[in-house]
């Protein structure tokens, strides 16, 4: 485990993570990022309202990605039974 520093919004945090300064580093810009568009979507909401909102923007976001990630799953399954089916019909012959 690494400590690794970062800042969201004005404050800073000491993170304990397995991933590398890097990476950890992305997420936090990405945290700062969508808490920055709900602030400027809407003013004068507390810290707080801005934090429950961004953290509901990012679950969105992982849960579009989860539903887009089963779907593509779903259609490369679809095509190796299709193939396996067509390269059986072509052995049997």
Do not use: C, P, W
């Amino acid at each position: 485990m690494e400590q690794i520093r970062v800042k969201i919004r004005n404050h800073e945090y000491l993170i304990l993570s397995e991933d590398d300064q890097g990476h950890v580093n992305e997420i936090a810009e990405y945290v700062n990022k969508k808490l920055k568009e709900v602030e400027e979507s809407e003013e004068g909401l507390s810290e707080k309202k801005v934090a429950i909102l961004g953290a509901l923007n990012i679950a969105s976001d992982y849960f579009r990605v989860l539903k887009e990630r089963d779907e593509i799953l779903n259609k490369i399954r679809q095509r190796t039974k299709t193939l396996i089916y067509n390269i059986d019909s072509v052995i049997n012959e």
